[in-house]
């Protein structure tokens, strides 16, 4: 049900996006911007992670946040989270891909991650973003008998996946 929700809720955004110059797309040096997403992870818990960025260069940004996970199998935690991101290509006007790296330390686990992401900007101020995969993924847990794990090149189908982003920039 939530794969089907969300879907409708980007099929929506992209149909009422508007035309716009395309010089007002994309990103640049100062832009600040003020995202998240809401994923739901295989154990049964809801992810809510709110973040915001701020572009240091045309193509950098900087980024922190705070994750929240509550319900399903395992206890609910809250984890503090900083990166950088990279603008490795424009795909067109209004596509963008990124690389970026992040560090989170939550009370049970910390982890870091470099992967892949996907940006399209649905208006000059709104995008929606994909997470396509993580090339390297390092966890290890605080406590408990969990293993550390480290995971290369974790690539899944992004459209099977309900972990998408809404993007504001001010």
């Known amino acids: 049900m939530?794969?089907?929700?969300l879907t409708a809720a980007a099929v929506f955004a992209f149909s009422f996006a508007n035309a716009?110059?395309?010089?007002?797309?994309?990103?640049?040096?100062?832009?600040?911007?003020?995202?998240?997403?809401?994923?739901?992870?295989?154990?049964g818990q809801t992810v809510i992670s709110p973040m915001v960025s701020y572009f240091v260069t045309d193509k950098v940004a900087l980024e922190a946040g705070i994750t929240s996970r509550s319900g399903g199998?395992?206890?609910?935690?809250?984890d503090f989270s900083v990166g950088m991101k990279y603008q490795m290509m424009k795909l067109g006007d209004r596509f963008n891909?990124?690389?970026?790296?992040?560090?989170?330390?939550?009370?049970?686990?910390?982890?870091?991650?470099?992967?892949?992401?996907?940006?399209y900007s649905v208006t000059q101020h709104l995008s929606v973003g994909w997470h396509?995969?993580?090339?390297?993924s390092y966890s290890k847990p605080k406590t408990g008998d969990a293993t550390t794990s480290i995971n290369?090149?974790?690539?899944?189908?992004?459209?099977?996946r309900d972990n998408f982003s809404l993007i504001y920039k001010f």
């Open 2 to 5: 939530k794969k089907i929700i």
């Open 20 to 43: 716009q110059d395309s010089k007002s797309f994309g990103f640049a040096k100062g832009d600040i911007l003020l995202g998240g997403n809401v994923t739901s992870v295989t154990n």
């Open 73 to 78: 199998t395992t206890a609910s935690s809250t």
């Open 132 to 136: 396509l995969g993580n090339l390297v």
């Open 97 to 119: 891909v990124f690389t970026g790296a992040g560090l989170n330390i939550g009370d049970a686990l910390t982890t870091f991650g470099a992967g892949v992401h996907l940006n």
């Open 152 to 160: 290369l090149n974790e690539y899944t189908n992004f459209l099977n």
